[in-house]
């Protein structure tokens, strides 16, 4: 699946008319699939349709036309001037005998639904005056809003803040970078041709059925040695030993994942967990030799990170470098000895590296993953809510994880899932995005127990469950009308 940018939505609806798909069926189904999201939703609960004059408030005409017809009570208010296909949805909603009044006499009462049909992808810049004061009054209302397509405003601010948001064809930006203002997501098929959707150009939207066959298998004759074996580096010794945990977390999660063995490379001290793992306690940073196919390095290990680094890459290792170990000349060597790498930085250790605040990268992660991968050859995990994964030109956006995940450790886990896929064999862009996919899963199935107050162990233990999801029939997070 893949995540569209407002302008290319606009392009694949330009190319289906030029097809000669007719964009008032577009028009029709999106405001249909969105009034039958509405009844799942609210019932027969009576429903206020805010429309604007574009094709985003004929979408909403659309759709009161639908509920009037289903019996639920609609009252529409309307800006005027509209043109083209929206003109047309609304003389049909006319012809049914509905009062459209202006949308300057907009009001609601405690009964009733908003259904948020102002803006959609043609909007141009922030909301102002009439509108920004319509969505904020939307907003303190305390009624549930129905977004079509978008959130209205987004993905500037004032926005409106949906309690849930149909998306029409396909997924924009701004649904994954703005998850908080849509709520619950629907996408909703409106019979956009199916070639006008397949953009190798565009972003992926990691999806269940694009990893599942990513899943490493486990024959009946797997033993210890044959599934993936990882070594873990990580560690400091100076001031207490102060983040002795880390590299245990990343063990953990090569376990969890699947890892037939765990090497740990630690400074002597380190606590002896998971019992299951191979110590290895060292004065200074050091490569033991042991039999692994991948590596995890870096975490906890403050001024030791860089040697770490320098360290594992004398095993030439598909390697997974984490926290310390990430230092712009550690990944120039990486990239020149040609070691299969993923890097795993947060907003601001990404940030340090491409000399950015971490406020920056946030805005625009997709755009941060791509230009770190590009200047270091390497594949990037930019950690955060989207996490987006990149190699060269390849985006891969992942749509699982909640902010339960933000407590101590979870990075440390992840770390240790990715080595395990590459220690099984997964190319560091599949085990990216892959173990970016299953551990936002494990924070999700958490979640739905307890969505604040996880510990970072727990994740690295809902891991087999989040794998089972997936290899069933694991549920994307949003639902498909
Ligand atoms: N394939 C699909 O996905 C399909 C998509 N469809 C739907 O079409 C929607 C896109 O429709 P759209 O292009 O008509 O734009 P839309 O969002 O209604 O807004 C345009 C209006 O906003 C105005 N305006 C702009 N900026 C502004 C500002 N800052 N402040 C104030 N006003 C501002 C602008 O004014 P203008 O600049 O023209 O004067 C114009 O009047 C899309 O989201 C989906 O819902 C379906 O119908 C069918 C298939
Ligand atoms: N609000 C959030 N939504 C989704 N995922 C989150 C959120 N906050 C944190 N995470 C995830 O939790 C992990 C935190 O990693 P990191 O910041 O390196 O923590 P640590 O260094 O303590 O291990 C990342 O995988 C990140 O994507
Ligand atoms: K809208």
Redo the contacts with the bound molecule.
């Keep these: 699946m893949r995540l569209f940018t407002p302008e290319a939505m606009r392009e694949a609806d330009q190319k289906a008319v030029e097809m000669g798909y007719p964009s008032l069926l577009l028009m029709e189904w999106a405001g249909m699939k969105a009034a039958r999201v509405y009844q799942e939703l609210f019932g027969h609960r009576p429903a206020v349709v805010l429309a604007g004059k574009g094709n985003n408030g004929g979408d909403g005409l659309v759709l009161a036309r639908h509920l009037h017809l289903a019996g639920v009570p609609v009252r529409v208010f309307a800006a005027e001037g509209q043109g083209g296909d929206a003109l047309l949805a609304r003389r049909a909603l006319e012809a049914h005998g509905l009062e459209i009044r202006p949308l300057e006499e907009a009001i609601w009462n405690r009964e009733e639904v908003l259904v948020d049909a102002l803006f959609g992808t043609g909007l141009k810049g922030p909301l102002e005056s009439f509108h920004a004061g319509l969505v904020e009054r939307m907003n303190a209302s305390g009624l549930p809003i129905l977004a079509l397509d978008l959130p209205s405003g987004l993905p500037f601010t004032p926005h409106a803040q949906a309690t849930a948001t149909v998306a029409f064809a396909a997924f924009k930006t701004p649904h994954l970078l703005h998850r908080e203002a849509c709520g619950r997501l629907f996408l909703a098929d409106i019979g956009l041709p199916k070639v006008l959707l397949e953009r190798e150009d565009l972003p992926e939207i990691a999806t269940p059925e694009g990893l599942l066959p990513l899943l490493p298998k486990r024959p009946l004759t797997a033993h210890k040695g044959s599934v993936g074996r990882v070594g873990v580096l990580g560690g400091y010794r100076g001031e207490g030993l102060r983040y002795a945990g880390a590299p245990v977390l990343s063990a953990l999660g090569a376990y969890r994942m699947g890892a037939g063995l765990v090497h740990l490379v630690a400074p002597e001290g380190s606590p002896l967990e998971p019992l299951e793992a191979v110590f290895h306690p060292v004065q200074v940073p050091a490569l033991p030799s042991m039999r692994v196919e991948a590596l995890a390095v870096g975490m906890g290990g403050g001024p030791w990170g860089r040697e770490w680094a320098l360290k594992a890459l004398e095993a030439r290792l598909p390697t997974v470098l984490d926290?310390d170990a990430l230092h712009l000349e550690v990944l120039e060597a990486y990239r020149k000895a040609g070691v299969p790498t993923v890097l795993t930085p947060?907003a601001g250790e990404a940030g340090r590296l491409l000399g950015m605040s971490p406020e920056e990268v946030a805005k625009d992660p997709l755009r941060a993953a791509q230009t770190l991968a590009e200047r270091t050859g390497l594949t990037v995990v930019l950690?955060?809510?989207p996490?987006v994964v990149a190699q060269g030109s390849r985006l891969s956006v992942n749509p699982t994880?909640?902010?339960a995940?933000?407590t101590?450790?979870?990075?440390?886990v992840?770390s240790g899932v990715i080595a395990a896929l590459l220690a099984a064999g997964l190319s560091p862009f599949d085990a990216a995005r892959l173990g970016v996919y299953l551990?936002?899963l494990a924070?999700d199935l958490l979640a739905q127990e307890r969505d604040v107050g996880l510990l970072?162990r727990e994740v690295a233990e809902a891991l087999p469950k989040a794998r089972r999801a997936l290899s069933e029939s694991s549920i994307p997070p949003w639902r498909t009308v």
């Excluded at 101590?408 to 440390?412: A, I, L, N, P, R």
């Design positions: 926290a947060h950690k955060g809510n996490t994880g909640n902010p995940l933000a101590g450790g979870t990075g440390d992840l551990h936002g924070g970072a």
